[in-house]
């Protein structure tokens, strides 16, 4: 079965660092590209960074560029969201994405909050 799992949430200080992790599994990772997403108290979701199947490129919403890093590692099936100088409003759930063979692959989301 086709799968994400996130992990790597948590209540953090404004300004801290977390790193979050995206495991797939029940599909050839290495073939797709993969999309963060998050989705803040009340809002709907948004995509905000998103990495290729290779690893070679990496792309951004405008907001969160120079915070976050996507990155992933194909060996461990495993995709990575880093954000640095992290913000009250970066608070939310994020998940991770993808379509395998046309159809919607996200995992159940890992929850940020940022609060001092």
């Known amino acids: 079965q086709e799968q994400f799992v996130e992990s790597g949430g948590g209540l953090v200080q404004p300004g801290g660092s977390l790193i979050l992790s995206c495991v797939g599994s029940g599909f050839t990772f290495s073939d797709y590209a993969v999309y963060w997403y998050r989705q803040a108290p009340g809002k709907e979701r948004e995509w905000v960074a998103g990495?290729?199947?290779?690893?070679?490129?990496?792309y951004y919403e405008d907001s969160v560029k120079g915070r976050f890093t996507v990155s992933r590692n194909n060996s461990k099936n495993t995709a990575y969201l880093e954000i640095n100088n992290l913000k009250p409003e970066d608070t939310g759930v994020y998940f991770c994405y993808t379509s395998v063979s046309g159809n919607d692959l996200w995992g159940q989301g890992t929850r940020v909050t940022v609060s001092s």
């Open positions: 990495i290729v199947s290779t690893g070679a490129g990496a």
